[in-house]
Every structure is written in structure tokens, then in C-alpha cells.
């Protein structure tokens, strides 16, 4: 899996298709601290995500801890149910700011 990275609103963000596994949470991460070097803040889209584990979740919850500790903000676009679930489930939806939309999230950061 690729993941693009780009930016929006003067945040990163890096883009992520398919299944999220621990097949491939090594280059989520690296992607993740790409966009991170270059802006404080950053955007997960997980628009086209269809799956996602927990080492995914720990990527996520490392890269929400790093761009606070910039300074900057964190948001996710997520638009499957079955993602947002484990969102909802594990409590990450009151820690993270999720959006549906890669403009909702410029908007709210």
C-alpha cells in the first residue's frame, strides 16, 4: 500500500486506501512522521480505509501525541461505519477530531 502525502489548509495529510494492518503500519508511520516534520499539524484520511487493527490505532494514537506536542492540531476523516466503530469503541472518538470530509477537517483545525 502507498500513502500520499499533501496538505491542506496549511496542515498535513497523508491519505490511506485499503486495509490497515501491521502488514504495513511501519510505512503508515513513516508517512505519519514525514508530514509531521514538514507541518505541526495533520490530517488522517481514512475516507478509503475499509479495515483497520489496533497497531494502526497505536500509529494513530503516536502521531496525534506528536502533533500536539508541536503545537499542532490532529483530525481524521473517516467515512466507513465498520472504522468509526472501533473509534467509538475504544474511546478515541472523544480524544480525536473526526470529520467526514477532508474540508470538514481544515475547518475544524
Known sequence: MAFTIGTVGGHGVVRAEGELDVGNAQELRAAVNAALDVQP????????????????????????????????AFAVVCTDE???????????????????????????L
Not at 60 to 71: D, P, Q, T, V
Not at 96 to 106: D, K, N, P, Q, R
Open 41 to 72: 499539524g495533520l490530517v488522517v484520511d481514512l475516507a478509503g480505509v475499509t479495515f483497520m487493527d489496533s497497531v494502526t490505532l497505536g500509529v494513530l494514537i503516536g502521531a496525534y501525541n506528536r502533533a500536539r506536542a508541536g503545537g499542532g
Open 82 to 108: 465498520r472504522v468509526g466503530r472501533i473509534f467509538r469503541i475504544t474511546g478515541l472518538d472523544q480524544v480525536f477530531t473526526i470529520v467526514g470530509s477532508l474540508e470538514a477537517a481544515s475547518e475544524a
